[in-house]
């Protein structure tokens, strides 16, 4: 399965299409995050045979939209599920490559 910008804008409960390109801007950085965070030098083909690759992107994607206008001096890292999720895909591929 991948993850469109529909089911990130279900997920958010955005209804509208205003923000359909800012949604899949952040969608296609979400998923080179995760996709660099595993393994650069796979494919994307091969980590979205894991659930875990699109739940990762998905929680990063809505986190972004979420997070667009904060206006702070503090990082902003990935909240804690994502890089959990991250660190179970790197096992998880690891394991079978």
Do not use: C
Not at 11 to 34: E, G, K, P
Not at 48 to 74: C, H, K, P
Request: net charge negative; proline share 2%; charged share 15%.
């Amino acid at each position: 399965m991948t993850v469109t910008t529909n089911d990130i804008k279900n997920s958010l409960r955005v209804q509208t299409n205003n923000d359909d390109s800012l949604i899949s801007n952040y969608l296609t950085a979400a998923q080179d995050y995760v996709h660099n965070s595993v393994d650069s030098t796979a494919s994307i083909d091969e980590l979205q045979a894991y659930s875990q690759f699109d739940i990762a992107v998905a929680m990063l994607t809505e986190f972004w939209y979420q997070n667009r206008g904060a206006v702070t001096t503090a990082s902003q890292e990935p909240p804690y599920s994502v890089v959990s999720m991250i660190q179970q895909l790197r096992g998880l591929f690891t394991e079978n490559v």
